[in-house]
T-cell receptor, first 114, second 112 residues
Framework: EADIYQTPRYLVIGTGKKITLECSQT?????MYWYQQDPGMELHLIHY???????EKGDLSSESTVSRIRTEHFPLTLESARPSHTSQYLC?????????????FGPGTRLTVL | GNSVTQMEGPVTLSEEAFLTINCTYT??????LFWYVQYPGEGLQLLLK?????DKGSNKGFEATYRKETTSFHLEKGSVQVSDSAVYFC???????????FGTGTSLTVIP
């Protein structure tokens, strides 16, 4: 069973607040990813990392930042939350190299911005 | 480039009906192919995978075969149950395994 955790599971916050969504994995995976999942279920890549001190932007990255100081930890920060950020956020990780390894997903954080 | 196209939903079936969810892909090189399942309020879970042409992935009665000639990876199950109600995603990896490309998801509801 995959060990990847996200906190909080649910968050309701006002516009303009700064928030950090936490993601941790205990599997020692090098690669980690953040996705935004819209109500229509489609996944959009926000940020990803190939290892410590590596971060890359995805398709929807312009309003958020990430850091990767430790292998197991990959937090996502929204500097100023807006109602358009209301969504489900999923964190994922992948073991090792090669194209045959699957992603393991956390349970998600459901964010509501009022 | 890489992309995945899967059958749009929602799909509603009666219990014990046959299920097919179509998935086709475009890819450079030799990707691996995956089906993930998402139950309400949860993250995605791997359902099955295939890493090379003609491989068949299977799990929990679900099957999919990696067809390079038709660039397809259709998901099938012979007899669905109410507990199979979920959203199903087809996905592939890039050659390097660094990027994942997902279909838009197909919602399945199985009624008793």
């Amino acid at each position: 069973e995959a060990d990847i955790y996200q906190t909080p599971r649910y968050l309701v916050i006002g516009t303009g607040k700064k928030i950090t969504l936490e993601c941790s994995q205990t599997m020692g995976h090098d690669k980690m990813y953040w996705y935004q999942q819209d109500p229509g279920m489609e996944l959009h890549l926000i940020h990803y990392s190939y290892g410590v001190n590596s971060t890359e932007k995805g398709d929807l990255s312009s309003e958020s930042t990430v850091s990767r100081i430790r292998t197991e930890h990959f937090p996502l920060t929204l500097e100023s939350a807006r109602p358009s950020h209301t969504s489900q956020y999923l964190c994922a990780s992948v073991r090792g190299r090669g194209s045959y390894n699957e992603q393991f997903f956390g349970p998600g954080t459901r964010l509501t911005v009022l | 480039g890489n992309s995945v196209t899967q059958m749009e939903g929602p799909v509603t079936l009666s219990e014990e009906a046959f299920l097919t969810i179509n998935c086709t892909y475009t890819a450079t090189g030799y990707p691996s192919l995956f089906w993930y399942v998402q139950y309400p309020g949860e993250g995605l879970q791997l359902l099955l995978k295939a890493t090379k042409a003609d491989d068949k992935g299977s799990n929990k009665g679900f099957e999919a075969t990696y067809r390079k000639e038709t660039t397809s990876f259709h998901l099938e199950k012979g007899s669905v149950q109410v507990s199979d109600s979920a959203v199903y995603f087809c996905a592939l990896t890039s050659n390097t395994g660094n990027q994942f490309y997902f279909g838009t998801g197909t919602s399945l509801t199985v009624i008793p």
